[in-house]
């Protein structure tokens, strides 16, 4: 027909122009803010409660219009949700698997009644979670609360867990910590962000209706993420976990230093995540993919467009016509237009060109999709991307410098790769360090399938049967590894610089009675410190000196972590029953020194000399139970519910650092070192000031064994010295700590920036404590724990569809 505009197929393919969406309603959700007169209380006993006199906060949809105040909490509330939250807990607790497992299921129904009001409260406040996706979640956790009790039989839940997110955060993210918490007994407290928080206060309604106890969920809403750290210094409240963005993870890590609850960050927002094109894959599909990625209005994580060199230009092209015609993106205001101008002639500056779907007006917040073509892996806005519709383009010549590409940024959440070639596809997987990795897709999302994030990406794990164990504790621990109590008034720059304790000068001339002078281990070998100083080992009663022993500092940490990061990559990829017949090795060398073992720990802690002697056989026992351990725990397929294939694999987490503890010198320390090599890692351990003399003497046994050299390192001296040295040094990857509670505090504040996975323990200075861990049990949860510990998950969806 003459001036139609109606378009053929052949001009919708050649364009690629997606249909105009259909027009969203939100006269439910309209509705259900209108009956809460667009002022939202707290959720606290299965009830909303508007206290009287309180501060509020607005939130407005994406045209800026108010759709609705919430509360801001305060201390008196704090306390009520606390109280309730304990109360809640007992009659979770109380209930049999099958009945919570069917609070979770019943819920499936309530959202098939008022999914839409979900739905359409989610679109306006701008928290993407749709209700398939929260069926699916709840499908999920129910048959693990379920299971709980079958399959992980010597676990108990923590207690009261605040869940705390960023205003930025989505409700898919929130819930991924709500439900399996819930799943595992927990009683929760919600802390939203602003955008989650309407969306949640509506599921905690909700999940009362599907017959949840009274308290056993709870939301506290307020004005930042300061309200989650002042929820945490509740006595109540055992355990914190957060995701959202870096900056407020940082600021809570800071805010919750010294209060004893352990804390765990997820920081997914705003992540830089690599997305690679090799010349073996379906261009097409590829940059489909990437423009929808990259330039959706709401996006959780930048991406960077990596292509080999064969084919960039075939990219190029095809980005320039997918581009071709599309409108700008709305930012949030223009202050964000100021930054993408800055960002975008930065990296003109530096020899970038450009793609662009059009000309950006001279004015307003938005922008057009541009692609900044030939940047380097330095550029600014590839190491610290601006907000909005940009997208870095890097090119890459061999699959050797598309992983050092891939690696190249400080965060490791995720990664999409596109080609053909399965071998490579996998290889390319295993060297990247993300959590996830989704080939020939991306953004592929199921409670299945475990979110672990790395570097800079997070210190937990999230969905799969791997992300409910941060909700467990071993049901033998028989107090919680840190005490509640209030933060410690420290100068953190003065933490670890004190005086060091004069050394005690024997008053014996003879030397055949002298002390003896220990060496420590650094890189495979026996030396004195870089100081070249030594510090006097007393006696049980400490009326005098057993022996000397180096005083290590921040350079001979230094030296010990170059020897490990060298090592230990080669170490990870050992087979595992190499990894188990070299453990195996070292359990006979420890029982050919067992003697002289004995002899230092009956010297130094005062046992008896069977007590000393059962001592050394329960560590050759440990040793050969984690030998045992190597190949027997590997991760597995994943059942996700669509056409491909998942993979979770664990991973060691890189060079640990360990301050040991006090109590049973040598089976402790030689449970934690076998732990950590046993997983792929490499340890720098620092031996206690009060016992150091079975660990100087187990060098003997490393002298010997086959280990590779640097993979354990050994330096004695000054414990909070060394501490502030291995907090301070950014290869280490985690840091195990028994010691004082500033020792803990300070690791806390400081471990933030890279981000450490942090283990602590609060010992006391007499028959220290180690947090309620008998090591002479060989508790089947605690060595599972330990091994969880020791590991980071990444998870590998291979698409078929």
Known sequence: MAGSTTKTVYDLFQSMECAPAAPSGDATAQAWLDHHSRSLGLFVDSKFVRPADRQSCSLADSKGRVLCSTTCAEEA??????????????????????????????????????????SELCELCEASCSPATLVRMLQYYSSWAELRDTLMSNWTPLGVVAVVSSDDCSLYSLMLKVLPALAMGNSV??????????????????????????????????????????????????????????QDGVMLSKATAGMGVPLSV????????????????????????????????????????????????RVVNRLKL????????????????????????????????????????????????????????????????SPGPLLPLMIFRSNTEAVTLGNHSPHGLAASIWTEDLTLALETAKSLAVGSVWVNSHSVLDPCLPVSGHKDSGTSTDGGQEGLFQFLCPSSSSSPPLPHSSPIPMDYSKFGTGARPTAVIPGDSNTASAPQSYLQFVGGK?????????????????????????????????????????????????????????????AKGLEA????????????????????????????????????????????????????????????????????????????????????????NAIIMVPSEKNPLPVLAFIQVLQSSDLPAGLVNVITGSRDQLTVALANHSVIKAIWYWGSAEGCQYLQHTCTSPLKTLRLFCQKDEEGSDGGKDWTRSDPALLEDMWRNAVEWKSVWISTA
């Open 526 to 586: 026996a030396c004195k410190s870089v100081s070249g100083s030594s510090v006097a080992v007393q006696s049980p009663g400490g009326g005098s000196v057993l022996a000397y022993c180096p005083d290590g500092g921040r350079k001979d940490v230094r030296n010990a972590v170059e020897a490990a990061a060298k090592v230990q990559p080669g170490w990870m990829k050992k087979a595992p029953s190499a990894r188990a017949q070299s453990l195996h090795a070292l």
């Open 77 to 118: 509330d704090i306390s009520q949700c606390a109280s309730s939250a304990v109360n809640g807990l007992e009659a979770w607790r109380s209930l049999s698997c099958y009945q919570r497992s069917k609070v979770l299921l019943r819920l499936v129904g309530v959202l098939g009644q008022h999914g839409q009001c979900v």
């Open 593 to 680: 020194k067992r003697r002289d073992l004995s002899t230092s720990i009956h010297v130094q802690t005062g046992l008896s000399v069977d007590e000393a002697d059962r001592e050394v056989e329960l560590s050759v026992g440990r040793l050969s139970v984690w030998a045992a351990y190597c190949d027997k725990i590997q991760g597995g397929s994943l059942p996700v519910p669509k056409p491909g294939t998942a993979l979770s694999i664990p991973e060691p987490l890189g060079v640990l650092g360990v301050v040991l503890p006090e109590k049973n010198p040598l089976l402790s320390m030689v449970t934690i070192l076998a732990a950590a090599i046993a997983t792929g």
């Open 266 to 313: 997820s920081p997914y927002i705003g992540a830089t995540c690599p997305f690679i094109i090799f010349e073996t894959a379906d261009l097409d599909s590829a940059v489909d993919e990437v423009i929808e990625a990259a330039f959706k209005k709401r996006r959780e994580v930048c991406w960077v467009l990596c292509v080999q060199e064969n084919v960039v230009d």
């Open 322 to 385: 997918r581009l071709a015609g599309r409108k700008c993106v709305a930012l949030s205001s223009d202050a964000e237009r100021d930054l993408v101008d800055a960002a975008v002639q930065e990296a003109e500056h530096q020899g970038a060109t450009l793609i662009q779907s059009c000309a950006p007006p001279p004015s307003a917040a938005q922008y057009p999709p541009t692609v900044l073509c030939g940047v380097a892996p330095a550029s600014p806005c590839v190491a610290t991307p």
């Open 189 to 246: 407290i919600i802390v939203p962000g602003r955008c989650t928080a309407p969306p949640a206060l509506l599921l905690a309604q909700l999940f009362t209706a599907a017959g949840l106890p009274a308290g056993a969920l709870n939301v506290l809403t307020g004005s930042d993420v300061t309200l989650g750290a002042k929820v945490a210094q509740n006595p109540n409240i055992s355990y914190v976990t957060y995701s959202g963005n870096k």
